[in-house]
């Protein structure tokens, strides 16, 4: 979680403009909280961080593709988790 942290409190210093080293722009801003969603989210559903093992996993990441959004602020890339590619939980034969 500290890596998320991390991310809020530099999202925080862009915000409040004590980060002089980075011109930032609302893009910017919203690019780095979408990414944060997405990311939180993908952490939710697999029920761990990236990289940490536990039993209560219940997928795995598979790398990242970059996606296109229209925002009103302009259009942004994020990246985007690739989905494994079946079901490994799903018992039975396909039909």
Do not use: C, W, Y
Request: charged share 25%; aromatic share 2%; glycine share 6%.
């Amino acid at each position: 979680m500290a890596a998320n942290e991390f991310a809020v409190s530099d999202l925080a210093a862009r915000l409040l403009g004590t980060d002089a080293t980075r011109a930032t722009s609302l893009r910017d801003i919203l690019t780095a909280a979408l990414q944060e969603l997405i990311e939180a989210e993908l952490t939710s559903t697999i029920r761990a961080e990236h990289g940490q093992r536990s039993p209560e996993r219940v997928t795995q990441r598979n790398g990242h593709r970059p996606k296109l959004i229209s925002t009103p602020a302009g259009d942004v890339e994020v990246s985007m988790a690739v989905s494994p590619p079946s079901d490994r939980t799903r018992s039975g034969s396909p039909i």
